[in-house]
């Protein structure tokens, strides 16, 4: 199996909330990444968890770490329509991260 | 984080062409870049790590002659796809880290058609 795994769709309300889950399989993963990318951009970080760490919220995200399931998810509340976007979760233990093949969410009114 | 600049942000180019694709940091000085290649409905890989003054480091399956790196500054990294094939189209994107965990920082990628 790949290294990081999520599944490739979310299709959400506006004004949910909108939930991305992460797998990896690299228990010595030292950080874990949640990237977003828009339509023909390149890649840009929302946040970014060490392993030592359970929780870490942001505004409107939440990053849970079940590091003994070596489980990532990323919560957005209150969903907007500006936050349909591929979102890529991303671990690393050396200087360069490893990807998932990332999440398509939408976002319907 | 670092700010970085990417481009052209398209290029249409013909089979047996070369296209060169800049990618600069604009506020960091960077001793490493890393070029991605994206495909379809799958994640970043990885190509090659850029670095400043000497050679680039290819992951495997990458064609060294065919995917130029040049690292010449600490500002400016280039990938130059020679003669480019149809199969080369993609989406390529550069990062910079800036070295503390703190994630990367990404281009906003060129989307290369070669016809």
């Known amino acids: 199996g790949e290294d990081v795994e999520q599944s490739l769709f979310l299709s959400v309300r506006e004004g949910d909330s909108s939930v991305i889950n992460c797998t990896y399989t690299?228990?010595?993963?030292?950080?874990l990444y949640w990237y977003k990318q828009e339509p023909g951009a390149g890649l840009q970080l929302l946040t970014y968890i060490f392993s030592n760490m359970d929780m870490k919220q942001d505004q409107r995200l939440t990053v849970l770490l079940n590091k003994k399931d070596k489980h990532l998810s990323l919560r957005i509340a209150d969903t907007q329509t500006g936050d349909s976007a591929i979102y890529f979760c991303a671990e690393s233990k050396t200087d360069i991260p490893t990807f998932g093949r990332g999440t398509s969410l939408i976002v319907h009114p | 984080g670092a700010v970085v600049s990417q481009h052209p942000s398209r290029v249409i180019c013909k089979s047996g062409t070369s296209v060169k694709i800049e990618c600069r940091s604009l506020d960091f000085q960077a001793t490493t870049m890393f070029w991605y290649r994206q495909f379809p409905k799958q994640s970043l890989m990885l190509m090659a790590t850029s670095n400043e003054g000497s050679k680039a480091t290819y992951e495997q399956g990458v064609e060294k002659d065919k995917f130029l790196i040049n690292h010449a500054s600490l500002t400016l990294s280039t990938l130059t796809v020679t003669s480019a094939h149809p199969e080369d189209s993609s989406f390529y994107i550069c990062s910079v880290s800036q070295g503390d965990h703190s994630g990367y920082t990404f281009g906003s990628g060129t989307r290369l058609t070669v016809v």
């Open positions: 690299d228990s010595s993963s030292t950080y």
